[in-house]
């Protein structure tokens, strides 16, 4: 059988679409600067009693990552920082990137409820870039037009519309721009098929369906995507299966096993799939 063709990171000799076992601020003195077109970092939040979690100050942490993200992004590359509503507060990003919006995760059904305050019912995703961001694919993230849309485009034909001042807003049948707010994608649960195992619920694995966004949004085919807290890899399954060149760090041994798995799965299936 042909063996695959290791590819490596321009400027060094770091191979690429691996994961590699080791703490993110010792190991990302091995990458290039300049070498990232994203960065997917959903890392510390400060809240849980996980070990990796506790974190006396996240926005002074937060703030040392953008840092480091900047210079590991190319120009117009991207990054996304998950974190509580409170991760960015009081931190001066900008010398070092350009928050272009920041993205509320909406999960309504929360099991914890709060007794002394409103539940905290969101996760913020930062969206940043280095410079002007050069890559937004919006074909490729669209979602389904709300009912009232399609009120509107009933609307459209009406002469009044037609020849107003209004006509320009036409409804778009490719679906319309997922916004800042999104509630259409769930968290895992116990029940979803995606989840690696019940340990992993809440704290670590993403839905693939909120990383493909990230991803599809602010990479093309061939670009190379970072992620320095991967987890159990939903990033990297995702460049796997899109075409997106990746390097995931993780610490924990049993997580890197867990994703390396994963990805030979999606390997083994695109094989099977070839032959057949
Ligand atoms: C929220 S989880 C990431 C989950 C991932 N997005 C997924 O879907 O599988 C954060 C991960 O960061 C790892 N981590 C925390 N600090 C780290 C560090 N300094 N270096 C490498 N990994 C770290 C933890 O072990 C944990 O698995």
């Known amino acids: 059988m042909k063996t695959k063709e290791k590819k490596f990171m321009s400027a060094n000799k770091i191979e690429i679409n691996k994961i590699y076992c080791a703490d993110f601020f010792e190991k990302v003195k091995d990458f290039s600067e300049n070498s990232f077109n994203l960065i997917v970092c959903d890392g510390p939040y400060g809240v849980t009693e996980n070990d990796w979690d506790k974190m006396p100050d996240i926005q002074q942490y937060n703030l040392k990552l953008i840092k480091i993200f900047s210079r590991l992004l190319k120009d117009g590359g991207s990054v996304y920082l998950f974190g509580k509503p409170n991760c960015l507060d009081f931190i001066d990003y900008r010398p070092h990137l350009k928050l272009n919006s920041k993205i509320i995760w909406y999960q309504p059904s929360r099991l914890a409820q709060g007794r002394l305050n409103f539940t905290n019912n969101y996760d913020v ?3 940043f870039s280095k410079g002007k961001s050069k890559v937004f694919n919006l074909n490729d993230i669209r979602v389904p037009q709300l009912v009232e849309l399609e009120h509107r485009k009933r609307c459209e034909n009406v002469p009044s519309v037609l020849n107003g001042k209004w006509s320009k807003t036409k409804f778009d049948e490719r679906g ?18 995606e989840l690696i195992s019940r340990e992993l619920l809440n704290t670590i694995q993403k839905p693939k369906r909120l990383i493909e966004r990230l991803v ?29 060149n990746f ?6 041994q049993h997580y890197v096993d867990l994703t390396k798995k994963r990805l030979q799965k999606v390997e083994e299936e695109r094989a099977a799939t070839l032959f057949s």
């Open 176 to 193: 319309k721009n997922p916004g800042d707010v999104w509630g259409d994608i769930k968290q895992l649960t116990y029940h979803s098929k």
């Open 247 to 252: 390097i995931g760090v993780e610490q924990n």
């Open 216 to 244: 599809k949004a602010s990479t093309n085919m061939g670009d190379l995507v970072l992620d320095p807290f991967c987890g159990v890899g939903t990033t990297l399954e995702v460049c796997l299966e899109s075409g997106r």
């Open 125 to 127: 995703i930062g969206y």
